[in-house]
């Protein structure tokens, strides 16, 4: 079971809708939570990084959410362009130094006209 | 400043044969990490050098092994190729360990034969 789960796996919208992203995580202790945004065929571009004591970072359109007592973040996209079609993937990185990451299957969306 | 960079993009073995992938980081970046992107499996952390030591280590076999230089470049090895090694490979450098944001580069894509 991974210790990292979004969903959905994929969703589509269309183009100025709003969406929400859910992830859901059992590994602990950690040091922060990301959201990664990764277009087809290039690597993972960071969006947010928070600490386990925030529960809120915005990066523009994007807004994540963190509640460490539920285990789970979301991640809000506001006001979606076609550009944001990609992968969005939720990562926690664990506690004890460095870059040690856990990523979750991540979040397939497209944005139609 | 340049990004991280990945040599080379697109690799093609045989099985039991061995690769290198080569990864420059940023500049001034001293902290370099390895991961594997399959569709199967997703993205999952290899290993993190930083100051020329390994710092952190994935759940792989001794297969894979990885070294970094004192100008802070990288070299991951896998050895003794399997066909589930068919992966895009990613670097990511950070300015240190522990809660800096991570850049990745674009990947070595490997497909073993």
């Known amino acids: 079971k991974n210790q990292v789960e979004q969903s959905p796996q994929s969703l589509i919208i269309l183009e100025g809708k709003n969406c929400t992203l859910q992830?859901?995580?059992?590994?602990?202790?950690?040091?922060?939570l990301r959201w990664y945004k990764q277009d087809t065929g290039r690597g993972p571009v960071s969006l947010t990084i928070?600490?386990?004591?925030?529960n809120t970072k915005s990066n523009g359109r994007y807004t994540a959410t963190l509640d460490a007592d539920t285990k789970q973040s979301s991640l809000h996209i506001t006001a979606s362009q076609l550009s944001d079609s990609a992968s969005y993937i939720c990562?926690?990185?664990?506690?004890?130094?460095?870059?040690?990451?856990?990523f979750g299957t991540g979040t397939q969306l497209k944005v139609e006209l | 400043k340049a990004g991280v960079t990945q040599t080379p993009r697109y690799l093609i073995k045989t099985r039991g044969q061995q690769v290198t992938l080569s990864c420059s980081p940023i500049?001034?970046?001293?902290?370099v990490s390895w991961y594997q992107q399959t569709p199967g499996q997703g993205l999952q952390f290899l290993f993190e050098?930083?100051?020329?030591?390994?710092?952190n280590k994935g759940n792989f076999p001794g297969r894979f092994s990885g070294r970094q230089f004192s100008n802070s470049r990288s070299e991951m090895n896998v050895s003794t190729l399997e066909l589930g090694d068919s992966a895009l490979y990613l670097c990511?450098?950070?300015?240190?360990?522990?809660?800096?944001?991570?850049?990745f580069g674009p990947g070595t894509r490997l497909t073993v034969t």
């Open positions: 990562v926690v990185n664990l506690t004890g130094g460095g870059n040690k990451l856990t």
């Open positions: 992830c859901n995580y059992t590994v602990s202790p950690f040091s922060n």
């Open positions: 500049s001034g970046h001293r902290s």
């Open positions: 050098y930083f100051s020329e030591t390994q710092r």
């Open positions: 990511a450098s950070s300015l240190a360990l522990a809660g800096y944001e991570q850049y």
């Open positions: 928070m600490t386990f004591s925030e």
